[in-house]
Nanobody, 123 residues
């Protein structure tokens, strides 16, 4: 049974930092690119960042470039999202997802999803 479990969410002040983690189990982790998405209330789920299986390629939404960094540890089967200089508009539920077709920005291209972790940025 495939499981993706996010952690690290919480309440942070604008300008602060937060590090999200996503631990994977039940899948051949190195066969999958990993992505981070977020969904704010009343909005569609949007792509935030992605990383290839080897970490050789990364991709970011324009709204987070220069502030967020995605990384992975294939030994620990964990993907991370380092969030710096956060803004109130970063408030959302953050999801990690696994795709065996490489980094994709569309959520429908992902095979497995975590349950999400809430990030709230106060102004």
């Amino acid at each position: 049974q495939v499981q993706l479990v996010e952690s690290g969410g919480g309440l942070v002040q604008a300008g602060g930092s937060l590090r999200l983690s996503c631990a994977a189990s039940g899948l051949a982790f190195t066969n999958y690119a990993m992505g981070w998405f977020r969904q704010a209330p009343g909005k569609v789920r949007e792509f935030v960042a992605g990383i290839s299986w080897s970490s050789s390629k990364t991709n970011y939404a324009d709204s987070v470039k220069g502030r967020f960094t995605v990384s992975r540890d294939n030994v620990k089967k964990t993907v991370y999202l380092q969030m710096n200089s956060v803004k109130p508009e970063d408030t959302a539920v953050y999801y990690c997802a696994a795709a065996n077709t490489g980094i994709r920005t569309g959520p429908l291209r992902y095979d497995y999803w975590g349950q999400g972790t809430q990030v709230t940025v106060s102004s």
